[in-house]
Protein backbone atom coordinates (compact mmCIF):
# COMPACT_ATOMS: atom_id res chain seq x y z
CA UNK A 1 0.00 0.00 0.00
CA UNK A 2 1.15 3.41 -0.51
CA UNK A 3 0.37 6.48 1.08
CA UNK A 4 0.54 9.59 -0.79
CA UNK A 5 0.01 12.73 1.33
CA UNK A 6 -0.80 16.63 0.89
CA UNK A 7 -1.59 19.59 2.62
CA UNK A 8 0.21 20.96 5.94
CA UNK A 9 2.40 23.90 6.16
CA UNK A 10 2.26 27.65 8.05
CA UNK A 11 -0.54 28.76 9.83
CA UNK A 12 -1.51 31.71 11.96
CA UNK A 13 -2.62 30.69 15.07
CA UNK A 14 -6.43 30.38 15.11
CA UNK A 15 -6.57 29.38 11.81
CA UNK A 16 -7.72 25.99 9.86
CA UNK A 17 -5.69 24.02 7.61
CA UNK A 18 -6.87 20.72 5.91
CA UNK A 19 -4.68 17.42 5.11
CA UNK A 20 -5.27 14.62 2.54
CA UNK A 21 -4.07 11.43 1.94
CA UNK A 22 -4.22 8.94 -1.07
CA UNK A 23 -4.22 5.04 -0.66
CA UNK A 24 -3.31 3.15 -3.78
CA UNK A 25 -1.65 -0.89 -4.16
CA UNK A 26 -3.66 -3.29 -2.60
CA UNK A 27 -6.47 -1.77 -0.93
CA UNK A 28 -8.73 -4.42 0.88
CA UNK A 29 -12.29 -3.89 1.35
CA UNK A 30 -11.69 -3.17 5.12
CA UNK A 31 -9.37 -1.03 6.76
CA UNK A 32 -8.84 1.88 9.15
CA UNK A 33 -7.24 5.05 7.42
CA UNK A 34 -6.49 8.59 9.64
CA UNK A 35 -3.80 10.87 10.99
CA UNK A 36 -0.83 10.39 13.61
CA UNK A 37 1.66 13.33 14.93
CA UNK A 38 5.06 12.95 16.35
CA UNK A 39 5.05 13.42 19.79
CA UNK A 40 7.89 15.86 20.25
CA UNK A 41 8.85 14.56 23.85
CA UNK A 42 9.54 11.05 22.83
CA UNK A 43 9.68 10.61 19.12
CA UNK A 44 6.74 8.65 19.35
CA UNK A 45 3.26 8.94 17.36
CA UNK A 46 0.10 9.77 18.91
CA UNK A 47 -3.66 9.26 17.74
CA UNK A 48 -5.15 12.17 16.02
CA UNK A 49 -8.01 10.71 14.20
CA UNK A 50 -9.00 7.71 12.32
CA UNK A 51 -11.71 6.51 10.33
CA UNK A 52 -13.10 2.85 9.37
CA UNK A 53 -14.62 1.69 6.03
CA UNK A 54 -17.76 1.22 8.15
CA UNK A 55 -17.24 4.93 9.35
CA UNK A 56 -16.64 4.32 13.11
CA UNK A 57 -14.63 7.45 13.99
CA UNK A 58 -11.82 8.15 16.67
CA UNK A 59 -10.32 11.27 17.53
CA UNK A 60 -7.45 12.08 19.80
CA UNK A 61 -8.12 13.21 23.46
CA UNK A 62 -6.61 16.80 22.86
CA UNK A 63 -9.11 17.29 19.75
CA UNK A 64 -12.33 18.45 21.80
CA UNK A 65 -14.28 18.64 18.22
CA UNK A 66 -11.89 21.26 16.37
CA UNK A 67 -10.99 18.41 13.84
CA UNK A 68 -13.02 16.46 11.61
CA UNK A 69 -12.44 13.59 9.86
CA UNK A 70 -14.00 12.34 6.78
CA UNK A 71 -13.53 9.74 3.59
CA UNK A 72 -13.76 8.89 0.17
CA UNK A 73 -14.25 5.65 -0.27
CA UNK A 74 -14.26 5.61 -4.21
CA UNK A 75 -11.30 7.61 -3.98
CA UNK A 76 -9.47 5.62 -0.54
CA UNK A 77 -8.91 9.31 0.31
CA UNK A 78 -9.02 10.48 4.00
CA UNK A 79 -9.74 13.97 4.40
CA UNK A 80 -8.63 16.55 8.13
CA UNK A 81 -10.05 19.35 8.56
CA UNK A 82 -8.34 20.91 11.25
CA UNK A 83 -9.99 24.48 13.02
CA UNK A 84 -8.74 26.67 15.90
CA UNK A 85 -5.62 25.41 15.16
CA UNK A 86 -3.06 26.24 18.60
CA UNK A 87 1.01 26.56 18.39
CA UNK A 88 0.82 23.05 20.22
CA UNK A 89 -0.53 21.26 17.14
CA UNK A 90 3.26 22.07 15.63
CA UNK A 91 4.64 18.87 14.46
CA UNK A 92 4.87 16.51 11.85
CA UNK A 93 1.63 14.32 10.39
CA UNK A 94 1.57 11.33 8.97
CA UNK A 95 -1.22 9.18 7.25
CA UNK A 96 -1.96 5.93 8.46
CA UNK A 97 -3.74 3.18 6.63
CA UNK A 98 -3.93 -0.40 8.94
CA UNK A 99 -5.48 -3.43 7.72
CA UNK A 100 -4.21 -6.81 8.22
CA UNK A 101 -0.73 -4.58 8.20
CA UNK A 102 0.35 -0.83 8.84
CA UNK A 103 1.18 1.31 6.86
CA UNK A 104 2.66 4.69 6.88
CA UNK A 105 2.55 8.17 4.64
CA UNK A 106 6.40 10.13 4.37
CA UNK A 107 5.11 12.83 6.65
CA UNK A 108 4.14 16.35 5.71
CA UNK A 109 5.07 19.45 8.70
CA UNK A 110 2.35 21.67 9.96
CA UNK A 111 3.40 24.68 12.04
CA UNK A 112 1.38 26.72 14.33
CA UNK A 113 2.89 30.59 14.81
CA UNK A 114 2.56 33.90 14.20
Known amino acids: VQLVESGGGLVQPGGSLRLSCKAS????????MGWYRQVPDNGGRELVA????????QYGDFVNGRFIISRDGAKNTVNLEMNNLEPGATSVYYCHFRNRRKYWGQGTQINVSS
Open 25 to 32: GGISLVYV
Open 50 to 57: TITTTDVI
